[in-house]
């Protein structure tokens, strides 16, 4: 037997694949040029991060001039929004997301309001949908930009974007359309001429690459002013000097996770599918939050009444399980998750939620741990408060 914990938090970061670190090392030793050198070391640093950017673009189906290279998901998502809007000020100043997105987004649209922008936050269903009309009737003349995330980091709902991008490209070609794609590039198929959009986030760290590396798709034509002002790096989109081995790191890591997706995603969707059922079947008061089907392979998310999620969490770990409560961000706070309130949850379900998201090196083992020792667990939680079912 293994005495390390098993790992159930793949939703809030990926173990880096050994293949991934391999790939990576010479680059972190002896490869040290900048790429804007224009001696040997330099060019040899600068040819890397052109076949880094070769490959996910083709992996993800757009040309190398598209892709932005960031520090990650959230500056992904800072740039895309603020990028825009500053960009497209003079025609109007609206912007459309969801009342579910990444607080890498929610807060930006805060900011920007601040800043005399307008946002509509769309609610959504009861399983997390945003309806494609919906969005299309938030149009407003001074509509500048739609941001809705392509599935969400808590309950694994994924959105209908290709149906959203239509139903607002055919009232209004001109808006345009950001997807935070950082929960599906790597684990779903993701290819921006499907989809449409303008513009995507993806993050490394999400898919077994390192951590604080992560870009920006941006369709050809698409104005951005750049948030990072400095040596005009990523075509003057993103100064400052490329992360060579982590770029060449996000291009092994995914190139490796689009290989094995087929088998992956059937794999993860089993795990998943019979731990939803062995959960839901062993544990009175308990739901699954999200959609029942159209959800990330990976992802189960529960609610317990009566339990508090934080509390839950340290018993999970004190029993050797590292699990989440809703998004790593939001952890350590009794607030209860935005999203499952978004999704009609009452406050009593809504503190009592489990995030249990699974990957590459998760067994069948693991699972059946879970389901061993949850019930259990929550039932002594429970009679410690004196609730009963
Ligand atoms: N967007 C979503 C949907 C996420 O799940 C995350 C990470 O949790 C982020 C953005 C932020 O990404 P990063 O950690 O790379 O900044």
Known sequence: MNDKPVYLDYAATTPLDPRVLEAMMPYLTEKFGNPNSIHTYGREARRAVDEAREKISQLLNCQPSEIVFTSGGTESDNLALRGVVEAYRQKGNHIITTAIEHHAVLHTCKALEEKGFEVTYLPVDEHGLVYPEQVAEAIREKTILVSVMHANNEIGTIEPIEDIVKAVKERRPDILIHTDAVQTV??????????????????????????GIGGLFVRRGVKLVPQITGGGQER??????????????????????????????????????????????????SR??????????????FSFRGIEGETLL??????????????????????????????????????????????????????????????SIVEKLRALTGFTV
């Not at 790597?186 to 951590?211: M, T």
């Not at 100064?239 to 794999?267: C, D, F, H, Q």
């Not at 699954?288 to 159209?294: E, K, R, V």
């Open 186 to 211: 790597g684990h779903i198929p993701v290819d921006v001429q499907k989809l449409g959009v303008d513009l995507l986030s993806f993050s490394a760290h999400k898919f077994y690459g390192p951590k």
């Open 236 to 285: 003057n989109r993103r100064s400052g000097t490329e992360n060579v081995a982590s770029i060449l790191g996000a291009a092994k890591a995914l190139e490796i996770s689009i290989e094995e997706m087929p088998k992956e995603m059937t794999r993860l969707q089993k795990l998943r599918d019979d731990l939803i059922a062995e959960v839901l079947k062993r544990i009175p008061d």
């Open 288 to 301: 699954l939050n999200g959609h029942p089907s159209q959800r990330l392979p990976h992802n189960a998310n």
């Open 314 to 375: 340290l018993q999970l770990d004190m029993n050797g399980i590292a699990a989440s409560s809703g998004s790593a961000c939001s952890s350590g706070s009794l607030e209860p998750s935005h999203v499952l309130l978004a999704l009609g949850l009452s406050y009593e379900w809504a503190i009592g939620s489990l995030r249990l998201t699974m990957g590459r090196f998760t067994t069948y083992e693991d699972i059946l741990k879970v389901i061993e020792l949850l019930p």
